[in-house]
């Protein structure tokens, strides 16, 4: 019965109470006029033939208040019930709400997409009461990887579902709701699940980003244990808003990935270099500092045209990126040359890295997907001056030397000379 049944029903059973008392008074009152008249007529005393008529008209009342007090408690129970109902349902309706926007909160405050995700996994142990992972492609979309796991009681949902399209849900663009493993149209991933004792229920929400079906929130529970109804629309809205604020991030991630690489050979640019090098200032960091050129690339470039080129410089940002460091700048400075910035790193370190390089170049090149060539090097530390330019500068010098001394070697900055006091 909802709310406004109950009300109607209280105000019929008291409409109807009222009536009935109003009638009962006037019998009464009639009661007491008969009585009064017989008793003039029978000439005998009339107070104890009134008593007994009021009698009969009390008792007549009350058995009229106590028949219609029993529908009456009924129905203000029921609308007492309702009103609970009712107050419980907006209770949860404005936890729902204040979730939402707790969760927009946090997720905007995210600056990255681990950021995201581990706002993603907080919101999971609030909601989700059950075993429950994030699957989520990359940018690519070629894979599923699990992104965030919630396993209560130990218990991994433990999907194997390795693509976006191999998973229903995914597929449909819709949340789907498995209600046993055994059950004829149960999702293929579901079944022999190892993770759960006994037949197990599923619910899988897609999680769309910029567009596209990307991943899957999966909740998995006992057969005879299903996810709510309402944890489900939670999750769906969850995976709204997250999907929503990872294809922001990732739209951020590109452009700013873009503005910060050099296009041809995924190096990060003189933009990018020059940022990191003001970095290293702030932090007062010492670092070494390589500026490398290709040989004779002009002649490269002019014998075998401007494809092959471009292919001789991409295998050379591979070489470089196989000899640094994570925490290493190699970036393509311009034309052929390139510049490595290795942090907190001695000018021993810096030669180490240019053998490797070297013997790495020879490596590759024998695949003959490019013809030969050779790179030299010239090499200056940090603690030799306090701008950058003055380093590069020192590094240049160097290099200069190697090209003169026959191309296809290093040499290593001298340190400048102190200036004589005036």
Not at 82 to 107: G, P, V
Not at 183 to 189: I, N, Q, R, S, V
Not at 267 to 281: F, G, P, T
Not at 293 to 302: G, V, W
Request: glycine letters at 6%.
């Amino acid at each position: 019965m909802d709310e406004r049944a109950a009300f109607r029903e209280v105000d019929d059973s008291i409409t109807a109470l009222l009536v009935h008392l109003v009638r009962s008074l006037a019998a009464l009152f009639s009661a007491f006029l008969v009585a009064h008249f017989v008793a003039e007529v029978a000439d005998v005393p009339s107070d104890a033939l009134v008593a007994r008529g009021g009698l009969f008209a009390v008792l007549a009342t009350v058995s009229i208040f106590f028949a219609e007090a029993v529908p009456i408690r009924k129905a203000v129970q029921v609308q007492r019930a309702t009103i609970a109902a009712r107050e419980e349902m907006l209770r949860r309706e404005a936890a729902r709400h204040q979730f939402a926007a707790d969760l927009q909160d946090a997720l905007e405050m995210a600056d990255s997409e681990a950021d995201g995700l581990e706002v993603v996994a907080r919101a999971f142990e609030q909601v989700a009461g059950r075993p429950t992972e994030l699957l989520l492609a990359d940018s690519s979309r070629a894979h599923l990887r699990r992104a965030v796991v919630h396993a209560p009681d130990g218990v991994v949902p433990g999907c194997q579902v390795d693509t976006p399209w191999a998973c229903p849900a995914v597929r449909r663009g819709q949340t789907l709701a498995f209600a046993s493993t055994n059950a004829l149209a149960a999702c293929p991933h579901l079944r022999d699940r190892p993770t759960m004792t006994g037949d197990s229920s599923a619910t899988c929400i897609p999680v769309t980003v910029l567009g596209t079906p990307t991943g899957v929130i999966h909740v998995l529970a006992r057969e005879d244990q299903p996810v709510e109804q309402e944890t489900v629309a939670t999750l769906e809205a969850l995976a709204r808003q997250a999907g929503a604020r990872i294809g922001v991030l990732r739209a951020i991630a590109s452009t700013e990935l873009q503005a910060s690489t050099d296009p041809l050979t995924g190096l990060v640019n003189r933009r990018r270099l020059e940022s990191e090098i003001r970095r290293l200032r702030e932090t007062l960091s010492d670092y070494a500092l390589i500026l490398a050129d290709l040989d004779e690339f002009k002649r490269l470039n002019d014998t075998y045209g401007h494809e092959t080129g471009d292919r001789a410089l991409r295998l050379f940002a591979r070489v470089l990126e196989r000899v640094t460091r994570d925490n290493d700048v190699a970036c393509r400075y311009g034309g052929e040359e390139f510049v490595v910035v290795l942090p907190d790193a001695r000018l021993q370190d810096a030669v180490a890295v240019v053998e490797r390089a070297r013997l790495e170049l020879i490596s590759l090149l024998a695949n003959g997907d490019v013809p030969p060539f050779t790179a030299s090097f010239g090499i200056a530390h940090s603690g030799y001056a306090s701008q950058f330019d003055e380093v590069m500068r020192l590094a240049d010098e160097a290099l200069f030397a190697a090209k003169q001394a026959g191309r296809n070697r290093h040499v290593v900055a001298e340190p400048p000379a102190p200036v004589a006091a005036g």
